[in-house]
């Protein structure tokens, strides 16, 4: 008896929370974490290339722009790569069914900071939710922890940097991520 298609949706239903459920255990064991690892140099050109090769594939077209003679920033390389990807994907989520979906990602020099942009031409932020993003458990996803956001918040500032997010004049929302330039292997405070 029974209706094995009823089952079966119950049973997906489930495997879906309990991925997601297993998700969130993830985010929070990292929550209040110092990125662990050693800092090393990181070339962040490559690093951005890397990730829109690996996130572009036919759901929209990543730009990334970096200047040659970006100088190079100390780091730890998983965190700051789990930064960026989370971002990436966001700006890719955003731009879903779009018809020209378009992220760009560009980094500029300014002064001791490097600042990373990764804009995308989606429908941009609820102005009403904009100051709510960063909290824990805020999520437009319906398959999201709502954690992504207060991760990467917390490994840009375990850098010594901010993210700030705004609406983009010509639509879509902009992320940006300053990192300070000028740490080195030698910066006491950093476990090399």
């Known amino acids: 008896g029974g209706d094995p ?34 800092r090393t140099e990181i070339d962040l050109g490559a690093l951005l290339a890397d990730l829109a090769a690996a996130h572009a594939s036919g759901r929209a077209r990543v730009e990334v722009v970096v200047p040659p003679d970006l100088p190079r920033i100390y780091g730890q390389y998983d965190a700051l790569s789990r930064v960026f990807r989370n971002l990436l994907v966001n700006a890719l989520d955003a731009t879903e069914g779009q018809a020209r979906a378009e992220v760009r990602v560009w980094a500029e020099r300014r002064n001791t900071t490097v600042s990373i942009h990764v804009a995308d031409s989606g429908p941009g932020i609820d102005p009403g939710v904009v100051d709510r993003i960063w909290e824990p458990d805020f999520t437009t996803k319906s398959r999201g922890t709502g954690l992504g956001l207060v991760l990467v918040r917390q490994a840009v500032r375990a850098h010594g940097g901010d993210v700030v997010a705004r609406n983009r004049p010509e639509g879509g929302a902009e992320f940006i991520v300053h990192l300070p330039l000028g740490l080195d292997a030698t910066t006491p405070g950093l476990n090399t």
Do not use: D, K, N, T
């Open 5 to 38: 298609g009823a089952v079966r949706e119950a049973v997906r239903v489930i495997a879906e929370e309990s991925e997601r459920l297993e998700e969130m255990a993830r985010s929070f064991a990292q929550l209040g974490r110092m990125p662990e690892g050693p």
